[in-house]
Nanobody
Framework: QVQVQESGPGLVKPWQTLSLTCTVS??????????WSWIRQSPGKGLEWMGV???????YYAPHLKSRTSIARDLSKNQITLQLLSVAPEDTAVYYC???????????????????WGQGTQVTVSS
């Protein structure tokens, strides 16, 4: 059974770099034709797709976050990492790691290919 678990610091100061880890069990992140995304939800807002790393290691980012975002993977640990540079209070959100059966930025709804999600990790940006 596929399990997804996010981890990271709950509190980050403005201008610092946020680093999160997604640990996957039950399936290798390098097999199949799956895409592993980071998605966040800020208070009072909908889900926001941030970026993805594919089964082959290719990465794609949301245009408005591309300059600050980096997604990588550690195959030895079956983990996907997210780095978000120069965070601001607007980056306060619950951050999710999720698997998709194919590349898509549609993270919810009947046409969404996202089938496994972590529980999410709360990140607060505050001094």
């Amino acid at each position: 059974q596929v399990q997804v678990q996010e981890s990271g610091p709950g509190l980050v100061k403005p201008w610092q770099t946020l680093s999160l880890t997604c640990t996957v069990s039950g399936v290798s992140i390098a097999t199949g034709l799956y895409y592993w995304s980071w998605i966040r939800q800020s208070p009072g807002k909908g889900l926001e797709w941030m970026g993805v790393i594919s089964y082959s290691g290719s990465t794609y980012y949301a245009p408005h976050l591309k300059s600050r975002t980096s997604i990588a993977r550690d195959l030895s640990k079956n983990q996907i990492t997210l780095q978000l540079l120069s965070v601001a209070p607007e980056d306060t959100a619950v951050y999710y790691c999720a698997r998709a059966r194919y590349f898509s930025t549609v993270v919810s709804g009947p046409t969404s290919p996202y089938d496994y999600w972590g529980q999410g990790t709360q990140v607060t940006v505050s001094s």
